[in-house]
């Protein structure tokens, strides 16, 4: 998850994602399809869809801040339209290069 908590520590003293913008999620791409269809339960877009895998952001459906709050309320529009703007381009997939429990990382 990313948001407020993240951006702005002292905006929120949630620690359980309040003030929260999108999480990247990854899926079956079809359990997604079987199970939701074009049909999704919340805002998401799809990032990429590899080796049977499809790689999404979902977005808060909901106020998830303090709209009396001026500056947080600009701060989180800012970092939404921020999020619906990331693309497949935005994403790089990453594969272990060492046996498990090895800290090397390779883009693939």
Known sequence: MFGLKNAWPEATSDPYGAGTVMMLAVEATDYLQSTFGEDWPVPS????ERDGLTYYLTF????QYDTQDRDIAAAYQEMDQ???ALDGGSLT???RTKPSGGRAWKPI
């Open 45 to 48: 877009k799809t990032l990429a």
């Open 82 to 84: 921020a999020a619906w």
């Open 60 to 63: 808060a459906s909901d106020v």
């Open 93 to 95: 997939i990453m594969r």
